[in-house]
């Protein structure tokens, strides 16, 4: 069954699926997206990710996307055309294309746009990212030279290609970002945490420095639950290094441990005790939007 994405309108064919030349996303960027898991058919954490797509919207001062009933309807088609039941969902929402009564390649905003909006989904073998999980993967550290607006979830993120490509070229599965005052701030895709010799997770406030993750989110609501302490507050490079453990969170992964930085190991060189049980706890999390949870759980790796 060939894959089919909906644009504008139109649910298409993969291959026939295109936006205008002119397209403000294409030319400027100027456009937002979100990437959703998809559990057994449902999709996950749908409201905190719409409210962050339409926190970055009025960032960019994108108006005229359909409001949260159509997302949703469009949504759930689009899964329903391409027979998905685990996996994840690609929305992206932009300015449009100026067409013949604007002038194209205007940095200005044009007016009465109609804006684009793109969905489409694929597979994902949650068993896999599983067996990556029990063995934990490393992280290359580099200087943070994206914008400075980062909070906002843009589909400008040649910064971030081109970092996660300089570290999957050292041998590491991530980047990790670090600013002028040595302190990380997240990684190429995801968010960064550490656990500290007391046992409690940090990872870095929320800022216009960092993107407000929603598997963050949820890890932070799950270690509480948990009586797991959280300190909200940067961290160095050195400090990763010395603690009992590091991981980071992203909706493609969850908490996935790290167990080397730069080449160094962190803790014993495995996923430590606390990750392992976050790691747990979020796919409990996340089987819990299927229609038979058990069942969801074994197949996100158990």
């Not at 559990?39 to 962050?52: C, E, F, K, M, S």
């Amino acid at each position: 069954m060939s894959r089919v994405a909906y644009v504008n309108g139109r649910y298409l064919p993969l291959a026939q699926a295109a936006i205008h030349v002119d397209d403000r996303a294409v030319q400027f960027a100027d456009a937002a997206y979100e990437v959703i898991a998809v559990v057994d058919g449902r999709i996950a954490d749908w409201q905190p990710h719409l409210a962050r797509l339409r926190r970055s919207l009025a960032e960019l001062r994108i108006e005229g996307v359909p409001d949260a009933a159509a997302l949703g309807v469009i949504a759930r088609q689009t899964l329903r055309r391409n027979r998905l039941r685990y996996g994840l969902l690609y929305i992206q929402a932009g300015r449009g294309a100026p067409g013949l009564r604007h002038p194209a390649r205007d940095s200005t905003f044009p007016k009465d746009l109609r804006p684009s909006l793109i969905m489409t989904c694929r597979p994902v073998d949650f068993r896999k990212v599983a067996a990556r999980a029990a063995a934990g993967v490393a992280v290359a550290t580099m200087p943070d030279e994206r914008w400075a607006r980062v909070d906002i979830k843009t589909v400008s993120l040649l910064p971030n290609a081109l970092a996660k490509q300089r570290a999957r070229d050292a041998g590491a599965f991530e980047a990790w970002m670090v600013d002028r005052d040595g302190h990380v701030t997240e990684g190429a895709s995801t968010n960064a945490w550490i656990v500290d010799a007391d046992g409690a997770l940090v990872t870095r406030p929320l800022s216009t420095d960092i993107l407000a993750g929603i598997t963050r989110q949820v890890v932070i609501g799950l270690a509480r639950d948990a009586a797991i302490p959280v300190r909200e507050r940067p961290f160095t490079v050195a400090e990763a290094l010395a603690a009992r453990e590091a991981f980071f969170t992203s909706t493609t992964g969850g908490p996935m441990p790290v167990v080397a930085i730069d080449g160094r190991p962190v803790g014993n060189g495995a996923p430590g005790e606390t990750t392992e049980r976050l790691v747990h706890l979020y796919r409990r999390h996340l089987a819990s939007f299927g229609a038979d949870p058990e069942a969801a759980l074994q197949a996100l790796g158990g």
